[in-house]
Structure formats: structure tokens, C-alpha cells
């Protein structure tokens, strides 16, 4: 949308694209794309410019009627603003698990990671403890198994049921022995997601699959519960 807005000139300063800018998941890719199909693009090259400087254009604003206030009220922010220190990061385990339903297996952790800064989503100061945080998760010895290839995994995928009713587990893997649902969590432990996960469980079972694991991911505390 923000390409849409300029009236005069249009300034764009991106990122570096990715190894596979045809994939277009980056605005950068998208641009690098664009210069390719004019054969435009130079991997040296760091600024592209096109069209004409031109003087920019006086504009008259019109008046508009105004309306003075005579009383204004307003509160001293300090006497009412409460800081707590070690305040749960929210939004920042949702931004975990936002990263983890793109991982498919632990060698997509880099580029996802990259992806999401192109898109503006994270910044480089964030990458190292997003890093850290997400390998400590999927290197974990009960769940490293689960993020190699050569497993049939499906992240985010819907079981339908008869009535149209859809459940979506965050990643279940089909093994040659087991079937596993890994489900991530954001803030305190409850028994609703052990509820819900054994839920998931059932609707497997009576799909045909046997031999079902269930583990329950808590991204703050990075704990890991079996069900």
C-alpha cells in the first residue's frame, strides 16, 4: 500500500533480496524480480533510479473552519503509568509461534528468520534471541526427531469433520511407528490445552492413525509437556 502514496517522489530502501528472490516472499524479491525481467539487475549494484527529477509543485491549501478549545484536561501520565519489570512478552511468543509454523524442518530456521526481517515483521537486534529461543525448541531432545527430513509433517493443517467443524493442531508428524501433535503455547500453563490437544488426539484416532503422541510446547518457559 505505502508504494501507492507518494504524489511526487517515491523513495525505497530495502533490504538485501533472498538467495531465491523468484520465490517473491520479500518486497525486496519482488523488486529484485522486477529488475531481472528488465534485465536490470546487478548483484553489485546497490541503487536503481527511474523517471525524471522534477521541481516539486506548489500545492494551496484550501482553509478549513477551526474550532478553539477553551479548557483542555489532562492528567499527569506519570502519577498513572505503571511499569512492571519482567512483564510477560506477549508479542513476542506470538511472533515465536508465528516463526515455528513456518519451520518446516530445523534448516528452514535461517531463512524463515530472514523472511521475516525483508517484511519488516522483525529487526536484526531481534534475530539473535529469536534464534536462540526457537533452536533451544526444536533442537530440544524430545522434539529434535520431529524437525529432520524425511518426516511427512503438516503444520497448521485442518482435520474436517462430518458436521464442518475444523480443528487445526500446529504440527503433526506421521511416522513409521507414531503419529506426534506438537502444539505451542503462549503464556501460563492451563487444563484447557490438554483438553484440547488430547482432542486432536481422538479425531486422529478415528482417522485411522494409532500410536499417537502429544506434546504441549510452551514458548515462554520453553517447558514441554507430554500428554
Not at 77 to 96: M, T, Y
Not at 124 to 149: D, M, S
Request: include cysteine; aromatic fraction near 8%.
Amino acid at each position: 500500500v505505502a508504494l501507492t502514496r507518494p504524489e511526487e517522489r517515491l523513495y525505497i530502501i530495502n533490504p538485501p533480496p533472498s538467495l531465491h528472490p523468484e520465490n517473491l516472499h520479500t518486497v525486496a524479491d519482488i523488486l529484485c524480480h522486477y529488475l531481472q525481467s528488465l534485465q536490470l539487475w546487478n548483484e553489485n549494484q546497490q541503487q536503481y533510479e527511474f523517471g525524471r527529477k522534477t521541481a516539486q509543485t506548489g500545492k494551496v491549501r484550501k482553509s478549513t473552519s477551526s474550532i478553539r478549545l477553551n479548557t483542555l484536561q489532562s492528567n499527569n501520565w506519570s502519577s498513572i503509568l505503571k511499569i512492571r519489570a519482567n512483564a510477560p512478552q506477549a508479542g513476542f511468543g506470538l511472533i515465536v509461534h508465528e516463526i515455528l509454523s513456518k519451520v518446516r524442518i530445523a534448516a528452514d530456521l535461517g531463512p524463515v528468520l530472514n523472511q521475516f526481517l525483508g517484511e519488516g515483521i522483525i529487526d536484526r537486534k531481534e534475530i539473535e534471541e529469536l534464534e536462540t529461543k526457537i533452536r533451544r525448541i526444536i533442537e530440544h531432545p524430545q522434539l529434535a526427531c520431529y524437525f529432520r527430513e524425511g518426516n511427512d509433517i503438516k503444520i497448521e493443517t485442518d482435520i474436517i469433520m462430518p458436521d464442518g467443524q475444523r480443528f487445526r493442531p500446529d504440527r503433526v508428524v506421521f511416522g513409521p511407528t507414531a503419529t506426534t501433535i506438537i502444539d505451542y503455547k503462549t503464556g501460563m500453563k492451563s487444563d484447557s490445552h490438554i483438553k484440547q490437544i488430547q482432542n486432536y488426539g481422538e479425531l486422529l484416532n478415528q482417522m485411522g492413525y494409532k500410536n499417537i503422541e502429544r506434546y504441549l510446547v510452551y514458548i515462554e518457559d520453553e517447558s514441554i509437556l507430554k500428554v
